[in-house]
């Protein structure tokens, strides 16, 4: 053989070699993956097109690359924030729930849930709804359990003393939707709750209308005791002068007496039955 055609088959050599090494590199690079802290490896089957149930966790993993692909799923805590208030949720804008009472007065919620993936059941998730859970099945479940719960209470109870009591069933009927398709609820908070000014103008105008009616019930009271009093004190001016009209009737001298107390202090009066005062005259 020539020294030039061992040359070209040197050269030939050396670049299957190259090329060998290359694919064998990318088969190599293509069939490891790592799954990422917090997240869970999912197993998609190309040629029978079907997920896997096998879950990969974090770390590194080999597969074949030819007939596998991996899907990463988050199973750390996620927050999701819907609100009106801007730069608070995680849309720009009024993205609160509008909901309406038991009495027909509407409501909008600022809402956050906390969840997570169950890392056991993320094969189950994707293959039911995808990757976009949060979009298909989170919010549209909140959004219901916040109306949903939100007609079974009246304007005033929401406002006041129940809120806590609504968080709770809010809570609960979404941890058993999500639950259904492998996402666990950490916690729902409701952030806000406005009403209309509507509302707000129909409860001053109760506060004054409950402030007129208290003051007039006090006035009556008042006019009530002040007749009471009136009442008794004519009651004992009437027995008084009855018992003094008895008296009266009883013992004239009584009367006299009555008569002189009445005369002018600086009158002097001496008192004398017919009797003396016929002794007094001489008389026989």
Do not use: W
Not at 34 to 54: I, M, N, P, Y
């Amino acid at each position: 053989m020539s020294t030039a055609k061992k040359s070209v088959a040197r050269a030939t050599v050396k670049a299957v070699l190259v090329v060998g090494l290359l694919i064998g590199f990318g088969l190599l690079n293509g069939a490891t993956v790592v799954v990422e802290v917090g997240h869970r490896g999912v197993l998609f089957d190309k040629l029978r097109k079907g997920t896997q149930q096998a879950i990969l966790g974090e770390g590194l993993h080999v597969v074949n690359p030819l007939t596998t692909t991996v899907y990463q799923l988050n199973v750390q805590t996620q927050t999701y924030t819907m609100s009106n208030a801007q730069q608070e949720g995680n849309v720009a804008g009024q993205d609160g729930i509008q909901a309406k009472t038991r009495d027909g007065q509407n409501v909008t919620v600022d809402v956050s849930l906390r969840y997570h993936c169950d890392p056991a059941q993320v094969s189950r998730l994707f293959q039911t709804v995808g990757l976009d859970y949060e979009q298909k099945v989170v919010l549209p479940s909140v959004r219901s359990a916040v109306r949903d719960i939100f007609t079974l209470h009246n304007a005033e109870s929401v406002y006041s003393e129940r809120r806590g009591e609504i968080a709770e069933a809010i809570t609960a009927k979404v941890t058993a939707e999500l639950a259904q398709r492998g996402l666990m609820v950490d916690d729902c908070l409701l952030r806000d709750i406005a009403f209309t000014d509507e509302y707000f103008a129909a409860i001053e105008n109760k506060q004054i209308e409950q402030q007129t009616a208290l003051r007039k019930q006090f006035e009556l009271e008042i006019a009530e005791r002040e007749a009471e009093v009136r009442k008794i004190r004519a009651q004992g001016e009437a027995t008084a002068n009855n018992i003094r009209g008895q008296a009266l009737k009883q013992n004239a001298k009584i009367v006299q007496y009555e008569y002189v107390r009445k005369i002018a202090p600086n009158v002097q009066a001496l008192l004398v039955n017919s009797t003396d005062l016929k002794r007094g005259a001489g008389a026989p």
